[in-house]
């Protein structure tokens, strides 16, 4: 039997010779954990990267634990009157846990066939759109979803929205023109 494999996604990520200058950084340091040299630069660089200053980052130890943060600052914990977190069908497991942790049930929905990601005109004709407190659009694979369009359905909706854009770290920043 021949195993074939499909590619869906190759990661690029930095060599160990690329990461060997941060390694020895943080041995010169004797820094290990959060709020040494390299964490300030990291913010720096971030800041530079999606033009702000570095005080309004923040790193967090997880993925999941940033989009825990994102919720409870932009949503707060879920309430008895809307109490589900509407996530796309195709996400990491994350996503709905973060959600979870929040005290939000997630509510799975399909996405787009053609971005993979939520659709927000389709989101707000869900019949029971009162029940829901949090939408969590998620990039696929790099691809970043369109902020003005969620900005539109929170709104007319009122409900609000928390991206998960983990995916696309890179790609946010190179493609803001296209939603400018």
Known sequence: MVTRHIPVFKPSLPTADQLLPYIRRIDASRIYTNFGPLYEELLRRLGNQFSCTSKSL????????????AILAK????????????????TFTATGLAAE????????????????????????????????GLVIPVAPY??????????????????????????????ISDNSEKYI
């Not at 900005?151 to 998960?164: A, T, Y």
Request: hydrophobic content about 40%; aromatic content about 8%.
């Open 58 to 69: 923040v790193c967090a130890s997880s993925g999941t634990s940033a989009i825990v943060g």
């Open 75 to 90: 949503a707060g914990r879920a309430g008895k009157v809307r109490p589900y977190a509407v996530i796309p069908a195709m």
């Open 101 to 132: 942790m929040c005290g939000f049930r997630p509510r799975i929905m399909d996405v787009s066939s053609a971005n993979w990601s939520l659709d927000p005109y389709k989101v707000i004709q869900l019949p029971d759109l009162d029940s829901v």
């Open 142 to 171: 790099g691809r970043p979803v369109d902020p003005y369009a969620w900005e539109r359905f929170h709104q007319e909706s009122g409900i609000p929205v928390v991206i998960d854009a983990a995916g696309c770290f890179e790609s």
